[in-house]
């Protein structure tokens, strides 16, 4: 079996931050649906301290996305380059609609980041 070319690799790395990306949104909407439950809760004994630690963990998530988003911009100038490679040398066809699919994704979540 043949390795993976470098524009499968670029298409692959972009597909896997722009869902990573998506699942720490996912993670940060479960985090502010918990700490809405624990604040309107009555009567729990350790409700600051869980609290505490929910809006720490919440804080924590927020504090990942300038990072992912710096590694979604790096990854999409790479694809951009092996893509405009791939093209002037010929490459495969359905990499190619891949990589361009791939591409759409890492721009669309770099331009909501803004």
Do not use: C, W
Not at 23 to 49: M, P
Not at 58 to 80: D, G, S
Not at 90 to 101: L, Q, R, V
């Amino acid at each position: 079996m043949a390795p993976p070319s470098k524009l499968a690799v670029a298409t692959g790395s972009v597909t896997r931050l722009v869902k990573e990306e998506a699942s720490y949104h996912k993670e940060l909407v479960q985090q502010a649906e918990r700490i809405k439950k624990l604040e309107a809760s009555e009567g729990d004994e350790n409700k600051e301290y869980t609290l505490r630690q929910e809006k720490q963990a919440r804080q924590e998530t927020q504090n990942v996305f300038p990072a992912i988003r710096a590694r979604i911009e790096q990854a999409v100038e790479k694809l951009e380059a092996e893509l405009e490679n791939s093209n002037n040398t010929g490459g495969n066809a359905d990499e190619i609609k891949k990589a361009e699919d791939a591409l759409a994704a890492g721009r669309k979540v770099i331009a909501e980041g803004s």
